[in-house]
């Protein structure tokens, strides 16, 4: 009898058909019976000595070095292939979130335990008419591709290949405008900010297609961190969504992310905060595919009302303040509740880096819990 086929990551190949089966006809609204999941942020067991896992100095360490950034993935993916879940391996050419910002000038800054950021180089609305013409050989783009073919080399393209960080066009026009004058141009010099809005737009509609083309197995979705598609659009981080008034992200924010939609096919969108004053928007971007957000931070009830059965709900656990459960079980039933029969791919998280009260749950109790409302990947 033959044994299970050789698959990527610690996952096996038949564990990945029946993921990309079960996920494809989730993001096509196809009934399949259960919401999706993942577990996420629970301690997987650790063989000590284990060759796989890397030793990492610093965390800029591993944005300046590809091979040491490409081992911790991998190891990350075997780690959670050990949880009966819906993850999927695969690599991320993640280089910060100003990626894009970088491509105008900004200055760039490497922590040495934190992610890459940006320096805004537009102080004031005069400065717009300074800024270059958006070039998707300028700045870390450049690096993107480079660390994108690194990790197609040398994993034999058995890997699939996520899109990079992509902030949305108001996201990324606030970092490399400095942020409260970003914020009160919108009032006082609209034609400014619509200019490098613009601008930023086509440096996007420019530059994803090089990532693609590089890729034999590409994923749109870099948050959150879910399998699509490849055909099922883009994915942005519309963090300003839940900071901009519904007049504000009309103006601002809508018609270039529906111009992202319509060039890539969809798109799904993720934010932090409560953007729920903004939902009505979001669903005009169509197609829309998905949306991210934290379930203590915008109310699951409000998502469900405005969009569920129109695109993949997304929720994740937040920040627990706000609204707050005291367990991961109270959050999982909480979800499962309120969600119903919409689409959904939930992030049952174990509370990890949250307030001290927020009592985690072991993997048993949450796949009890599952089996006990009959929800089982099969």
Same mark, same amino acid.
């Given at each position: 009898?033959?044994?299970?086929?050789?698959?990527?990551?610690?996952?096996?190949?038949?564990?990945?058909?029946?993921?990309?089966?079960f996920?494809?006809?989730?993001?096509?609204?196809?009934?399949?019976?259960?919401?999706?999941?993942?577990?996420?942020?629970?301690?997987?067991?650790?063989?000590?000595g284990?060759?796989?896992?890397?030793?990492?100095?610093?965390?800029?360490?591993?944005?300046?070095d590809?091979?040491?950034?490409?081992?911790?993935?991998?190891?990350?993916?075997?780690?959670?292939?050990?949880?009966?879940?819906?993850?999927?391996?695969?690599?991320?050419?993640?280089?910060?979130?100003?990626?894009?910002?970088?491509?105008?000038?900004?200055?760039?800054?490497?922590?040495?335990?934190d992610?890459?950021?940006?320096? #805004?180089? @537009?102080?004031? &609305?005069? *400065?717009?008419?300074?800024?270059?013409?958006? /070039?998707?050989? +300028?700045? =870390?783009? %450049?690096?993107?591709?480079?660390?994108?073919?690194?990790?197609?080399?040398?994993?034999n393209?058995q890997?699939?290949?996520?899109?990079?960080?992509?902030?949305?066009?108001?996201?990324?026009?606030?970092?490399?405008?400095?942020?409260?004058?970003?914020?009160?141009?919108?009032?006082?010099?609209?034609?400014?900010?619509?200019?490098?809005?613009?601008?930023?737009?086509?440096?996007?509609?420019?530059?994803?297609?090089?990532?693609?083309?590089?890729?034999?197995?590409?994923?749109?979705?870099?948050? #959150?961190? @879910?399998?699509? &598609?490849? *055909?099922?659009?883009?994915?942005?981080?519309? /963090?300003?969504? +839940?900071? =901009?008034? %519904?007049?504000?992200?009309?103006?601002?924010?809508?018609?270039?992310?529906?111009?992202?939609a319509?060039?890539?096919?969809?798109?799904?969108?993720?934010s932090?905060?409560?953007?729920?004053?903004?939902?009505?928007?979001i669903?005009?971007?169509?197609?829309?595919?998905?949306?991210?957000?934290?379930?203590?931070?915008?109310?699951?009830?409000?998502?469900?009302?405005?969009?569920?059965g129109?695109?993949?709900?997304?929720p994740?656990?937040?920040?627990?303040?706000?609204?707050?459960?005291?367990?991961?079980?109270?959050?999982?039933?909480?979800?499962?509740?309120?969600?119903?029969?919409?689409?959904?791919?939930?992030?049952?998280?174990?509370?990890?880096?949250?307030?001290?009260?927020f009592?985690?749950?072991?993997?048993?109790?949450?796949?009890?819990?599952?089996?006990?409302?009959?929800?089982?990947?099969?």
């Open positions: 009898m033959s044994g299970p086929k050789p698959g990527i990551g610690g996952y096996s190949e038949e564990r990945l058909e029946a993921t990309k089966a996920m494809g006809d989730l993001f096509n609204l196809r009934p399949v019976g259960r919401p999706g999941y993942i577990l996420a942020g629970f301690p997987p067991r650790e063989r000590p284990d060759p796989d896992k890397p030793e990492i100095p610093n965390r800029r360490a591993v944005f300046e590809f091979e040491l950034n490409l081992r911790e993935q991998m190891y990350n993916n075997k780690l959670q292939a050990q949880f009966d879940d819906d993850s999927f391996p695969g690599l991320f050419p993640y280089l910060g979130t100003g990626v894009l910002a970088s491509a105008f000038g900004c200055e760039l800054v490497y922590p040495e335990d992610h890459p950021w940006t320096k #805004p180089v @537009v102080r004031s &609305p005069d *400065d717009v008419a300074r800024l270059p013409d958006p /070039d998707p050989h +300028a700045g =870390l783009l %450049p690096r993107v591709l480079e660390m994108t073919r690194y990790f197609c080399q040398r994993t393209e890997y699939p290949i996520r899109i990079t960080d992509i902030q949305s066009p108001a996201d990324t026009a606030s970092l490399l405008w400095e942020y409260n004058d970003f914020l009160a141009s919108m009032l006082t010099h609209p034609d400014e900010v619509h200019q490098v809005l613009d601008a930023v737009t086509e440096l996007m509609i420019e530059f994803v297609p090089m990532q693609r083309e590089l890729v034999k197995e590409w994923v749109p979705n870099h948050c #959150p961190q @879910v399998w699509v &598609p490849e *055909d099922f659009g883009i994915s942005i981080s519309d /963090d300003l969504a +839940a900071v =901009l008034s %519904p007049s504000q992200y009309e103006e601002f924010a809508f018609p270039y992310n529906r111009r992202l319509k060039e890539f096919g969809g798109i799904h969108v993720h932090c905060g409560d953007y729920s004053h903004v939902l009505g928007y669903r005009a971007t169509q197609p829309l595919r998905s949306i991210d957000f934290g379930a203590t931070e915008m109310p699951m009830s409000a998502a469900v009302d405005r969009l569920g129109e695109c993949v709900l997304i994740r656990l937040g920040l627990n303040k706000d609204i707050h459960f005291d367990s991961t079980l109270d959050y999982l039933n909480h979800v499962l509740d309120t969600g119903g029969d919409s689409p959904m791919f939930i992030f049952i998280e174990r509370g990890a880096d949250r307030p001290v009260e009592a985690p749950n072991d993997v048993p109790e949450v796949e009890a819990a599952l089996e006990a409302r009959g929800i089982r990947r099969e």
